[in-house]
């Protein structure tokens, strides 16, 4: 997945640290201006193509005309912001940021839920047509670690109507990728298109709901699971990446389920992505009968 250039990114990055970490708009100033310094530096070289040697000659040529603790907050923003990238599975060359010494200050983890908070989410979801749709949709998530947007524009000729194995998804960009599913939720989507699906057309969306709905009918549910945090649909795409790598997952593993350009590569992982996130699937129970 490719934006056309940095600002584009950086305006993205914006809206996002927004949402999930709530900071003050002077906050979001700073680390956008940090990240302009950086581009700048490197005559606005893209952000997938900077390597680990750039964010080494920027340090060299902080060190000559910042104090430390300016160095360290703008070392940490870019860490943050290639954390974010990762998270939402940008195509890089590499992760600059990836041997360079932890920093503590300001490090970014996006919110995510416990095992057990989903086990409750699903517990809440109630058995009518509209509980079943949302219930699907919330399990593909899990799933795939797809964006929700990706998901309820599904349509039957995105999907491997022969065995469920995989799913096709237009992701940002309209960068195409196949994701694959394993048995038990392939078999969960089988039966909502046979038996609950509104239209039997083929180039009619799977899910008839909006993103705004489904987003609003999952607040619904935490709340009535009594989860205290902000639910909100891409906060399953984070527990997933999350989960991943605490289960050992490379990252760049998971960047590639998270959404790589090209499906050749996701493709070759097709057997780690099943086992990895089945892993998650077992430990929450929501796979089984």
Do not use: C
């Amino acid at each position: 997945m490719n934006k056309t250039n940095n600002y584009d990114i950086i305006s993205e990055f914006e809206n996002y640290i927004l949402i999930e970490k709530g900071l003050s708009k002077n906050s979001i100033e700073s680390y956008k201006k940090d990240l302009y310094l950086f581009f700048n530096f490197l005559n606005n070289k893209k952000y997938n193509e900077i390597k680990e040697e750039d964010i080494l000659n920027y340090m060299d040529y902080m060190e000559k005309k910042y104090k430390r603790n300016s160095i360290l907050r703008k070392i940490s923003t870019i860490k943050i912001f290639y954390n974010f990238l990762i998270f939402e599975g940008y195509e890089l060359v590499e992760v600059p940021t990836s041997n360079i010494a932890d920093i503590n200050k300001g490090s970014y983890m996006p919110q995510v839920l416990e095992l057990s908070d989903i086990e409750k989410i699903i517990s809440a979801i109630d058995n009518s047509d509209n509980g079943k749709r949302d219930l699907t949709i919330l399990k593909i998530l899990i799933a795939t670690g797809a964006r929700v947007s990706e998901i309820i524009n599904l349509k039957i000729e995105d999907i491997d109507m022969s065995n469920f194995e995989y799913i096709r998804i237009l992701g940002k960009g309209s960068k195409g990728r196949i994701v694959p599913l394993y048995k038990e939720i392939g078999i969960e989507l089988k039966s909502y298109i046979e038996n609950n699906r509104e239209s039997k057309s083929n180039d009619y969306k799977i899910f008839n709901i909006s993103r705004q709905t489904f987003w609003n009918n999952l607040k619904k549910y935490a709340k009535n699971a009594k989860i205290n945090k902000n639910v909100h649909p891409h906060i399953f795409r984070h527990t997933v990446a999350t989960e991943m790598i605490k289960n050992g997952a490379d990252i760049r593993v998971v960047q590639e389920i998270l959404g790589h350009s090209s499906i050749a590569t996701t493709e070759k992982y097709t057997h780690l992505n099943k086992n990895e996130i089945k892993k998650i699937y077992d430990k929450i129970g929501i796979g089984d009968d």
